[in-house]
């Protein structure tokens, strides 16, 4: 089955900084790679997602790229802010009939004002 | 659009009680739902996939008869915890996801303390 690694475990940037989250895959089936953000006691919420067919997607501050021959994407997270400390996870959907999810290991994002 | 919501958000069991807890999708239709657990500062787990009308489809280590699920309708899947004890004790999430797309929307948990 699939496996996610995600790097680091916990982040610390100053306000302003970029911040910058790595996931490995093992499935090079994989089609489908969101990112989630999880404030505490609160559900996961989608931030940005891509699909195997795009090696990058932006979104304002956000933008993920995709490398498909190494199998690693990354989330950019650029002009940071408080409000973005959060405990961010990776997630790829490997080659399965069911549309699951495979989680990384979740980054604590810190932005220090 | 796209909003899950789950009921109830926190519940206090004695040992050997069981609990339901309900996730439903509440402006789309849901063919697929998930049911992850999750402990303090860890990732999502995933329990089980459900599709509507089916039965669900158990991860490695998941017991189904602990953990009874039932999807009756597209918008509507229940989790069960039959004979709960103190280890069942844990966030339990889910979400769904609506035909022909990709994205997972989560409900916002329900927290589990077996007594």
């Known amino acids: 089955g699939e496996n996610v690694e995600q790097h680091p475990s916990t982040l610390s940037v100053q306000e302003g900084d970029s911040a910058v989250i790595k996931c490995t895959y093992s499935?090079?089936?994989?089609?489908?790679f969101p990112w989630y953000k999880q404030e505490l006691g609160k559900r996961p919420q989608l931030i940005i997602d891509?699909?195997?067919?795009?090696g990058e997607k932006k979104d304002q501050r956000i933008a993920v790229t995709l490398n498909k021959t190494a199998k690693h994407f990354s989330l950019h997270i650029t002009e940071t802010q408080p409000e973005d400390s959060a405990v961010y996870f990776c997630a790829a959907r490997g080659n399965n009939a069911g549309n699951m999810l495979t989680f990384g290991g979740g980054t604590r994002l810190m932005v220090k004002p | 659009g796209a909003v899950v919501s789950q009921h109830p958000s926190r519940v206090i069991c004695k040992s050997g009680t069981s609990v339901k807890i309900e996730c439903r999708s509440l402006d789309f239709q849901a063919t697929t739902m998930f049911w992850y657990r999750q402990f303090p500062k860890q990732s999502l787990m995933l329990m089980a996939t459900?599709?509507?009308?089916?039965?669900?489809?158990?991860e490695q280590g998941v017991e189904k008869d602990k953990f009874l699920i039932n999807h009756a309708s597209l918008t509507l899947s229940t989790l069960t915890v039959t004979s709960a004890h103190p280890e069942d004790s844990s966030f339990y999430i889910c979400?769904?996801?609506?035909?022909?797309?990709?994205?997972?929307?989560f409900g916002p948990g329900t927290r589990l303390t077996v007594l």
């Open positions: 891509i699909r195997s067919n795009v």
């Open positions: 459900s599709n509507e009308g089916s039965k669900a489809t158990y």
């Open positions: 499935d090079s089936a994989s089609n489908y």
């Open positions: 979400s769904a996801r609506r035909g022909g797309t990709d994205t997972q929307y």
